[in-house]
């Protein structure tokens, strides 16, 4: 299982990017410890380093980090204002995070570079094997210094799906050089995109230059659905990623819409058609490494992705059930139990995510998924990853989502019809990792629980429902690397 590896040789193993703070630390680090990829996810890492520290930051994880930091004025500013000894009442409210815009002084930018740095450089600490970070390209307005955190750090990968990530290549160039970046931010209303810049030097004054040279630049993955998606990005050297992640319907989080006009099945889910299945042999003429995701769990699999000519595969549901996850233990638990007792159904929602994605969501009482706890949530929208930046008519830049308040999307000149059925994905995926807003009168955050439509691995892993490891997983899939003559 730890063979050693050249530079040049990928992974035949990536670890999904999952949710927020699911594919936390701890589990990139237990898989990329066998020699495989383990990956963080890069959402909402600054709420998840606040929440943290205000939780009294057990085992001082953080704060070691933060001690690493580059800059250690600015980490001494975030311990001092966020770490609570012991943790906060289990009545209190956690801090607000600042917000994100399209202000190239937004205070949050700092923020979000430090919590970056901490994830990656934890989950890289005491070993040498690979570590990568998985960002959705739906957030434009975070990801460059977000992945300037990173390669801060020293990651080694980064993932970009939920949109097209032509952009990441060059910005990661750049940002390996310390150098100013210009993002493209897509505004509704406008007829071309908002150009946003960032300068690394705005985040590094008063950084020790000892901590901040030598910077590498990550491969770059690009995650899609189809081949058509991955020649476009291939044929310009500007976007042309290091590779690819071909994902299937299947996968959990968020998925590509059908080709073709939208249709639904009789339980209202996206049906999907022989345009949507991939075509794996136009993937090897690339000429670059890519991995299969979605449903692709197990060591027959593996042959298969490998003899169509991929290079491994991507799997998330099955680390994010296992013991290093950052999930819930009591909703990985129920997970677990629900599934090998045939009752769980995970289906994929056209209408919950605010993004216009389909979401896969878990059916579990007491969660968002119960349509009596969803009716009963109080519409909020305070920590606005998924916002979508649009022109005001006095010319200003304002920020919207569906989630919100229908009345102050509608007023933001949103369609009332786009917040049907949509779920506070921010607060759900925070709340799933025990890490869920306080609010008045005792109310605590509902959790949302996003997990992928195959989940046959149990039975294998886990057949009588108890604990299994990270390493576990890849030693069982190990037989497949085997067979393959790897």
């Known amino acids: 299982m730890n063979e050693p590896r050249t530079a040049a040789e990928p992974p035949w193993l990536i670890q999904g990017g999952m949710g927020v703070g699911v594919s936390g630390r701890r589990l990139a680090r237990a898989v990329a410890r066998t020699g495989q990829l383990g990956v963080v996810s890069g959402t909402a890492l600054d709420t998840l380093l606040i929440r ?29 204002r966020y770490f609570v000894e012991g943790g906060i009442g289990p009545g209190e409210r956690f801090a607000a995070t600042p917000m994100t815009t399209a202000d190239e002084a937004c205070p949050a930018r700092a923020l979000t570079v430090a919590a970056n740095f901490c994830e990656v450089w934890l989950a890289k600490e005491g070993h040498g094997g690979p570590v990568g970070i998985n960002y959705l390209e739906k957030l434009q307005l975070a990801t460059v210094p977000a992945l ?36 493209r931010v897509d505004v509704a209303g406008d007829d071309q995109p908002h150009e946003l810049r960032f300068d690394p030097s705005s985040v590094l004054r008063g950084a020790d230059p000892g ?23 291939n044929r310009d050297e500007e976007t042309r990623p290091d590779g690819f992640v071909v994902e299937g319907h299947r996968a959990g989080g968020h998925s590509a819409p059908p080709r073709g ?13 022989p345009r949507d299945v991939p075509d794996f042999a136009k993937m090897a003429r690339l000429g670059l490494p890519f991995w299969i995701a979605g449903g692709q769990c197990g060591p027959r699999q593996l042959r298969e992705a490998r003899a169509a000519g991929a290079a491994g595969v991507q799997l998330g549901s099955v680390f ?39 979401f896969k969501v878990a059916d579990l009482p007491g969660t968002l998924s119960d349509p009596g706890v969803g009716a009963a949530r109080a519409r909020v929208c305070d920590l606005g990853y998924l916002r979508t930046p649009y022109r005001t008519p006095q010319g200003a830049i304002g920020y919207r989502c569906p989630a919100e308040p229908q009345a102050a999307y ?24 025990g890490l869920g807003q306080r609010r008045p009168r005792g109310v605590v955050e509902p959790p949302v629980v996003t997990i992928g439509q195959d989940l046959g691995f149990l039975r294998h892993l886990a057949p009588e429902g108890g604990p299994y490891s990270a390493a576990e997983v890849v030693r069982w899939l190990h037989a497949g690397v085997t067979a393959s003559h790897v």
């Open 148 to 183: 300037f955190g990173a390669i801060l750090a020293g990651v080694d990968y980064v993932l970009v799906g939920a949109g097209i990530p032509a952009q990441i290549p060059g910005i990661a160039d750049g940002l390996a050089r310390s150098q100013p970046v210009t993002v």
């Open 211 to 233: 901590r901040v040279g030598g910077l590498r630049r990550p491969r770059v993955l690009a995650i899609v659905s189809l081949p058509a998606l991955a020649s476009y990005l």
């Open 410 to 433: 509608v007023r933001k000149g949103g369609d009332a019809e786009r917040t049907e059925g949509r779920h506070c994905l921010c607060n759900g995926l925070l709340a799933a990792v």
């Open 261 to 273: 006009p939208l249709g639904l099945d009789g339980s209202g889910e996206p049906v999907y058609g």
């Open 52 to 80: 943290v520290l205000q939780s009294g930051d057990p085992g001082g994880h953080l704060r070691r980090a933060l001690a690493a930091f580059p800059v250690p004025s600015l980490a001494a500013e975030l311990r001092e």
């Open 320 to 358: 994010a059930l296992c013991e290093e996850s950052g999930m819930d233990t009591g909703l990985r638990r129920r997970l677990i139990e629900r599934e090998l007792a045939g009752g769980l159904r995970v289906r994929n929602d056209p209408a919950a995510s605010p993004t216009g994605f389909p």
